[in-house]
T-cell receptor, first 113, second 108 residues
Framework: NAGVTQTPKFQVLKTGQSMTLQCAQD?????MYWYRQDPGMGLRLIYY???????DKGEVPNGYNVSRLNKREFSLRLESAAPSQTSVYFC????????????FGPGTRLTVT | EDKVVQSPLSLVVHEGDTVTLNCSYE??????LLWYKQEKKAPTFLFML????IEKKSGRLSSILDKKELSSILNITATQTGDSAIYLC????????FGKGTRLHILP
């Protein structure tokens, strides 16, 4: 099992460019999450998908969109990147919405200049 | 508003010392509190504490939940340089709320 995988590992964008961060899990988990982590801020939830076919906003959704493509894949899109979106992005999965332990991907370090 | 507060935000100790990390929470419907360790990359799970499991131990690490004080502590005894990491406290009820973490650095 690869667990949770994310691509790319690193990305540099110019302000206004768009990109999609990919996340996939092979654990047959129902729930998936996107977080961003900034220095001194802990992890903040951007969007989540409690189950295939549903997505909901988290704490900091502005400037992002998500797609739960199927049970395995949950992508995060930045339509028009801004320097404030410079961060490390983590994807995580949970067996189901009532489970406790999240499994995290290795992260994507994004810099917007 | 639900929140999770960790203290201290950073801590530097010498190898062999014992450390105690704190986490307090204010949440509407408590279900569980989790501790994660984050080294260079993704957080990894350490413990989960619930109303029916308020104390956990694994090797040199242990954690206790105080339901009255709405808090939890993570203890690490005989610290080693490999314990250097950010320790995250997470409340899991209907939402998942992370604290800002405690950055622990162990000096050799």
């Amino acid at each position: 099992n690869a667990g949770v995988t994310q691509t790319p590992k690193f990305q540099v964008l110019k302000t206004g460019q768009s990109m999609t961060l990919q996340c996939a899990q092979d654990m047959n988990h129902n729930s998936m999450y996107w977080y961003r982590q900034d220095p001194g801020m802990g992890l903040r939830l951007i969007y989540y998908s409690a189950s295939e076919g549903t997505t909901d906003k988290g704490e900091v959704p502005n400037g992002y969109n998500v797609s739960r493509l199927n049970k395995r894949e949950f992508s995060l899109r930045l339509e028009s990147a801004a320097p404030s979106q410079t961060s490390v992005y983590f994807c995580a999965s949970l067996r189901d919405f009532r489970s406790y332990e999240q499994y995290f991907g290795p992260g994507t370090r994004l810099t917007v200049t | 508003e639900d929140k999770v507060v960790q203290s201290p935000l950073s801590l530097v100790v010498h190898e062999g010392d014992t450390v105690t990390l704190n986490c307090s929470y204010e949440v509407t419907n408590f279900r569980s509190l989790l501790w994660y360790k984050q080294e260079k990359k993704a957080p990894t799970f350490l413990f989960m504490l619930t109303s029916s499991g308020i104390e956990k131990k694994s090797g040199r690490l242990s954690s206790i939940l105080d339901k009255k004080e709405l808090s939890s502590i993570l203890n690490i005894t005989a610290t080693q340089t490999g314990d250097s990491a950010i320790y995250l406290c997470v409340n899991r009820d209907d939402k998942i709320i992370f604290g800002k973490g405690t950055r622990l650095h162990i000096l050799p």
